[in-house]
T-cell receptor, first 116, second 113 residues
Framework: AQKVTQAQTEISVVEKEDVTLDCVYETRDTTYYLFWYKQPPSGELVFLIRRNSFDEQNEISGRYSWNFQKSTSSFNFTITASQVVDSAVYFCALSEAEGYGQNFVFGPGTRLSVLP | AAGVIQSPRHLIKEKRETATLKCYPIPRHDTVYWYQQGPGQDPQFLISFYEKMQSDKGSIPDRFSAQQFSDYHSELNMSSLELGDSALYFC????????????FGAGTRLSVL
């Protein structure tokens, strides 16, 4: 069965600090996809990144970066120089590659508070 | 760019009433997903449709049903509402097997009193 674990329930940092959100996943599939979504206080879910299981390259997008390591089944997310607007709940999600539905299994989320 | 549209944004119902939530996917998206997010919880997958056919089923109660129409919009019908059904209901859409990134709507917040 698929499972996503985000061990950090809540994190508080002061603005401009760097912060890493951890994500560990379990799956029997050899081909799968990993995602990160942001849920700000307004409630919507905002897509941040997708990574497939064959692409272990790290990715950087502005202040955001992602580290995917199959050896440890982890897909961690780092925010550099955090800002108050980064305050949100961040969800890591896993999707299998096959099938029409390809529904997500979400982790429990990490609530990030960036203090001014 | 057009996003996923959900209506209504907020809904208040009483126990044992029925509710219908609507979802309009991004144009050309052929797959729709429904998720339920309870307070302080992660979204839980309910059901999905691909090309108007049910494609996968998650933890959707028997009291709920859904369908996808010819214009690809979807409706989630909820009957005999219970207090525990109070949650944020998300709809997401994707380009099916071509691109599995799910784009979420803003959600419908259902309160059952």
């Amino acid at each position: 069965a698929q499972k996503v674990t985000q061990a950090q329930t809540e994190i508080s940092v002061v603005e401009k600090e760097d912060v890493t959100l951890d994500c560990v996943y379990e799956t029997r599939d050899t081909t799968y996809y990993l995602f990160w979504y942001k849920q700000p206080p307004s409630g919507e879910l905002v897509f941040l990144i997708r990574r497939n299981s064959f692409d272990e390259q790290n990715e950087i997008s502005g202040r955001y970066s992602w580290n995917f390591q199959k050896s440890t089944s982890s897909f961690n997310f780092t925010i550099t120089a955090s800002q108050v607007v980064d305050s949100a709940v961040y969800f890591c999600a896993l999707s299998e590659a096959e099938g029409y539905g390809q529904n997500f299994v979400f982790g429990p989320g990490t609530r990030l508070s960036v203090l001014p | 760019a057009a996003g996923v549209i959900q209506s209504p944004r907020h809904l208040i119902k009483e126990k044992r009433e029925t509710a219908t939530l609507k979802c309009y996917p991004i144009p050309r998206h052929d797959t729709v997903y429904w998720y339920q997010q309870g307070p302080g919880q992660d979204p839980q997958f309910l059901i999905s449709f691909y090309e108007k056919m049910q494609s996968d089923k998650g933890s959707i109660p028997d009291r709920f049903s859904a369908q996808q129409f010819s214009d690809y919009h979807s409706e989630l019908n909820m009957s005999s509402l219970e207090l525990g059904d109070s949650a944020l209901y998300f709809c997401a859409s994707s380009l099916g097997r071509q691109d599995n990134i799910q784009y979420f709507g803003a959600g419908t917040r259902l309160s059952v009193l």
